[in-house]
């Protein structure tokens, strides 16, 4: 019977160790939470977390490129031995307030520059332009969760080597209804007062617009190339030995 109790207890007091934990993105107001089977690396993790030894990753590498390539969050959800899930939260920080047709114009860039057939409004705490394909430069499914609030946008990247089983969708949807970010919600600008303005403000964000998904093609890209090579300590030995040999 104490035992019993015992474990009631655990779960009221202790729910984290159980479920998961919630993770905070001080820099945007994001939170974010994962069950016991994801692990996690952000900006703000410290060179004792046991992902560096699990993973055999570098510290100081790994957080260069998180930095480097507009990353704030790095989750791994391993399947099996020869199969993961990649969780990605990418964002350039920069602000561009749309309309609403702008906002359905990005939608359209967005799947034509990632190869997508098409894409649909998920909604959870938020509306999401959800769209999924495969990268050809990474050789990676992936399945990408966009969020404009606030006049900023996110990328929520999910990706693997195979394609995503219908369970493994709802482990990534799982993570994108804990999303909340503080905010009043989507920002969207008044018509313009004249033709002329308007012109010139719908061709600066979209110039923006193009801008900002090449930085996040870029940056899953290089980030991707970097975690399967350079961000690998045994790899980083054999090169330098081979160099200096």
């Known amino acids: 019977m104490k035992k019993v109790l015992f474990i009631i207890v655990l779960f009221m007091v202790c729910p984290i160790v159980v479920f998961g934990k919630t993770y905070e993105i001080k820099d945007y107001g994001i939170t974010i939470s994962f069950d016991k089977n994801w692990d996690i690396f952000t900006r703000e993790s410290d060179r004792n977390t046991y992902f560096l030894a699990k993973y055999n990753l570098d510290y100081d590498l790994l957080q260069n490129n998180l930095k480097d390539n507009l990353i704030y969050l790095y989750a791994i959800n391993k399947i099996d031995d020869d199969s ?133 093609v870029f940056g899953t890209i290089a980030f991707t190339i970097l975690g399967k090579t350079i961000l690998n300590k045994d790899y980083m030995k054999k090169k330098f030995f081979k160099e200096n040999n």
Not at 169 to 193: C, K, L, P, R, W
Request: negative net charge.
């Open 84 to 216: 993961n899930i990649e969780f990605l939260v990418i964002t350039t920080g920069e602000k561009v307030e749309f309309t609403e047709e702008e906002f359905e114009m990005l939608a359209s860039l967005l799947i034509e520059e990632m190869g997508a057939e098409d894409y649909e409004i998920y909604e959870s705490n938020y509306k999401y332009i959800k769209y999924d394909y495969f990268n050809e430069n990474v050789d990676l499914y992936c399945v990408d969760y966009f969020l404009y609030i606030d006049s900023i946008g996110y990328f929520f990247t999910a990706r693997k080597e195979s394609e995503f089983t219908d369970d493994e969708i709802s482990q990534v949807e799982n993570v994108i209804d804990s999303i909340t970010v503080s905010g009043d919600g989507i920002q969207y600008i008044e018509g313009a007062s004249n033709d002329e303005t308007a012109g010139t403000k719908l061709s600066e964000r979209q110039e923006f617009i193009i801008d900002f998904i090449v930085k996040f």
